[in-house]
């Protein structure tokens, strides 16, 4: 015998490692369970019901009369692809639609 190393410590480690392994495999088994079914209940839960109240569209914007712009962007040192991401990434991050957005000059620094 190599140290303290008996028959029963051997048992003793062989018992811990298939235990181990046991608890890996239902672990395997159990994480895609779980998975479906908190799947099932977000997709139950997404459902609109009939019992909420809808909220009214919002009434279309009004022009008032002499603030009409003619949609011309001056653009300097910029070239047009540039401008458009420009004027699309402001849209995006301001949550304003590109076509309520008035831009008259773009210029690069």
């Known amino acids: 015998m ?3 190393l008996t028959g029963e410590s051997f048992l003793i480690a062989l018992s811990g490692i298939v235990i181990v392994f046991l608890m890996l495999a239902v672990l395997c088994l159990l994480i895609p369970v779980i998975s479906r079914i908190v799947q099932f209940f977000e997709a139950r839960g997404a459902k609109p019901t009939a019992a909420e109240p809808q909220t009214p569209p919002a009434p279309a914007p009004t022009v ?4 009409a712009f ?5 653009l300097i040192d910029v070239d047009e ?7 699309a990434i402001v849209s995006h991050e301001t949550g304003i639609p590109l076509s309520e957005l008035i831009f008259k000059t773009i210029r690069a620094l």
């Not at 008032?64 to 603030?67: I, K, P, R």
């Not at 003619?70 to 001056?74: I, Q, Y």
């Not at 692809?81 to 004027?87: F, L, N, P, Q, V």
């Open 70 to 74: 003619a949609g011309e962007v001056t």
């Open 81 to 87: 692809k540039t401008a458009a991401c420009i004027m």
């Open 2 to 4: 190599i140290g303290n």
């Open 64 to 67: 008032l009369a002499g603030t």
